[in-house]
């Protein structure tokens, strides 16, 4: 009975959700006048078809949206406001999970409030285009910049001479400290999922990160783990640490390490959700079972971590929240110039099925430990 609760209270919470970003990309005129196709719809939002069809009913019923003919219609405001560029380095629509979404929905919807509008753009093929698109928005009158993850040096460097107000949302360019940005505890955040993990009993716990080489909040992730493990009087298992950024297979690759290790980890703090669920992916392929054979948690608690096999143990980074609070900072910026600052919202960690419960994890290390030992026969006493 709890199960199907709380199934059906994320069914809900993705209605709203699905219902939020249709109608925030809505008024950000993303789409035009009429929505695409339920089908093609169901695909740039990576819902399922029964959300979506609940969440366009919900915006009918609310009058945000019209249906005609042809499909549901969006009656925008005429209403001219000042406009502020969200820039995101990847579509926004197929965004992985849905994190930066969130980070939008809470952007939109606080500028809305806020008297503003939001311009989304997210056909950059290089540095130069995003550069070049940036500085013509400026000189049609738009009053800021929200770049969702990353900025890049030659966009920080045009910004700050031309004193735009702009912020960073995100942690792929974390440490640098010309502009204010928004971004997750990962310190903190990693630092409670690895007192739960002990808690529950595990004890050699690896961590899969990708990106290293590029990402800070990555790099902020696994040098959290690292320390973490051990202040606690562990050793850090990095064989699943990567320096290249996500690419098809780089799963497939760390499933194999696992497979190969003559002695596994217990558990493996994936540094993202992504990382999380293509990892138990490729694991279950290799009939590995979750968490009976290794418990995989996840940091960002996407949409999906909670219909995820099994259900992903995550760390909440408040995504929503980051746009709310990257929007109310922007106003300030535009009125009065503010220091660039590092505002950090709290983390905590959301317990789901993809973990083992106490005790279980040190007795499966114990049995797969029992397995490898070399017997010796001993002597007969005479």
Request: charged share 25%.
């Amino acid at each position: 009975m709890q199960g199907s609760l709380e199934k059906n209270d994320y069914h809900e919470a993705l209605i709203k959700r699905t219902a939020s970003l249709i109608l925030a990309l809505l008024r950000c005129d993303y789409f035009g006048g009429h929505l695409p196709v339920i089908d093609e719809l169901m695909v740039m939002l990576r819902v399922p078809k029964a959300v979506l069809t609940s969440s366009l009913e919900a915006l009918h019923e609310s009058k945000e949206l019209e249906l005609d003919g042809s499909g549901y219609r969006y009656l925008p405001s005429t209403e001219e406001l000042p406009r502020i560029a969200f820039f995101c380095n990847q579509s926004l629509v197929s965004n992985y999970y849905g994190v930066v979404q969130d980070c939008f929905i809470g952007a939109e919807e606080s500028f809305r409030e806020f008297g503003y509008r939001i311009v989304i753009r997210d056909d950059f093929t290089s540095v130069g285009s995003k550069l070049n698109i940036a500085k013509r928005l400026w000189e049609e009158g738009i009053q800021g910049f929200l770049f969702s993850g990353f900025a890049e040096p030659r966009i920080r460097q045009w910004v700050l001479e031309n004193r735009i107000p702009a912020i960073v949302v995100g942690n792929a360019t974390l440490y640098q400290q010309d502009l204010p940005r928004v971004c997750s505890d990962n310190v903190g955040g990693v630092q409670q999922m690895l007192r739960y993990l002990v808690s529950q009993g595990h004890s050699e716990i690896g961590c899969y990160a990708v990106g290293l080489e590029k990402f800070h909040g990555m790099q902020e992730r696994v040098r959290s783990f690292e320390f973490g493990i051990e202040e606690m009087g562990m050793f850090p298992i990095r064989e699943f640490m990567f320096r290249e950024v996500h690419a098809p297979g780089i799963a497939r690759k760390a499933a194999d390490i696992f497979l190969k290790m003559s002695i596994r980890p217990t558990a493996i703090l994936c540094a993202s959700d992504r990382e999380a669920f293509e990892l138990m992916h490729e694991l279950r392929a290799s009939e590995i079972e979750i968490p009976r054979q290794v418990s995989i948690v996840g940091f960002e608690n996407s949409m999906n971590a909670s219909i995820s096999d099994p259900p992903l143990t995550s760390v909440e980074i408040f995504a929503v929240e980051m746009g709310r609070v990257a929007a109310s900072f922007m106003k300030n910026e535009i009125q009065t110039r503010q220091i660039p600052v590092s505002i950090v919202l709290p983390a905590k960690v959301i317990v789901r099925q993809s973990i083992h419960p106490k005790g279980i994890a040190i007795a499966n290390l114990i049995a797969e430990r029992a397995k490898k030992t070399t017997k010796i026969p001993l002597p007969e006493l005479l």
